[in-house]
């Protein structure tokens, strides 16, 4: 016959494991209400800005993700060429543990192209009205494979500022001309916000619109990717073929080069599914 001590150990530990997988249940419940995955490590998300931005341009979609409880990270595009930014992204990935889901907007497309090839922490690419390039492809190519971007000009004067680079063999800092970027980048963003965005663009060295792609990490990493039905920098015609050829998992709004301003709810929608569906 059992004594009281062992009578009163039993249900003790019954309702101890009751509230264990309560616990546990409620713990699944709030990560899968985030929008992480129902099981395993949740991903970093690091959100790569493309040419004449910085990451403020991501500001309201790391916001929404922040909120969900995901870690975001957006570290600098230096927007020196594919290979020393390439090499810059590499080295910060490299200092995160844990799976990566990797975001690139417009010419940060190349950026994250180039820098998850190898990286066995990256589940997935999310490209963002952006470049998706195969090797050996360059920025000037791609911007005018198809007729429509307002960058694909015969006289680059028209549409760039350019600055020396001191030391830099002849090369230039390209800046949009500020009464351009508004309409180029984002239209139907209100004029304030864009003439903001406007006066503080990040220059793009010229030299980078030639330099080819190297082996495209899309091949062997699954991708998604948004493209604006309004974009004018790279044509929405262009962004299907590239998607097309990339297997990614695509989505279209009405939306202007800088999506992640002007529909900050959409891009976090992709975002959140890559997450949530990549290897």
Request: include cysteine; charge should be positive; glycine fraction near 10%.
């Amino acid at each position: 016959m059992k004594n009281k001590r062992q009578l009163i150990l039993v249900p003790m530990a019954a309702a101890a494991a009751l509230t264990l997988a309560a616990g546990c249940a409620s713990a699944s419940n709030s990560h899968a209400r985030a929008g992480g995955p129902a099981h395993g490590q949740t991903p970093t998300i690091v959100l790569v800005h493309g040419a004449w931005a910085d990451a403020s341009s991501w500001a309201e979609v790391t916001e929404r993700l922040q909120k969900r409880g995901f870690n975001v990270v957006a570290p600098p595009n230096t927007l020196r060429g594919v290979a020393t930014d390439t090499a810059n992204l590499k080295a910060f990935l490299q200092t995160l543990t844990g799976p990566v889901v990797l975001a690139g907007h417009s010419y940060g497309g190349f950026v994250i192209t180039n820098a998850a090839t190898g990286n066995k922490n990256i589940k997935a690419l999310v490209y963002i009205d952006a470049f998706i390039p195969d090797k050996g492809e360059t920025v000037g190519q791609l911007t005018a494979a198809k007729p429509g971007s307002v960058l694909a000009v015969p006289d680059p004067s028209t549409v760039f500022n350019s600055v020396p680079i001191p030391g830099g063999g002849g090369d230039v800092d390209l800046y949009v001309k500020p009464k351009l970027f508004p309409s180029f980048f984002a239209e139907g963003v209100p004029r304030n916000k864009s003439d903001v965005l406007a006066a503080g663009q990040r220059p793009f060295a010229a030299s980078a619109l030639d330099e080819p792609s190297g082996k495209p990490a899309w091949k062997s990493i699954p991708s998604w990717a948004l493209i604006g039905t309004a974009d004018r920098v790279i044509p929405p015609a262009e962004q299907k073929v590239m998607t097309a050829r990339a297997g990614s998992h695509t989505v279209s709004v009405e939306a202007p080069h800088l999506s992640m301003v002007s529909n900050p709810k959409a891009v976090t929608d992709v975002v959140i599914r890559a997450v949530q569906n990549g290897g």
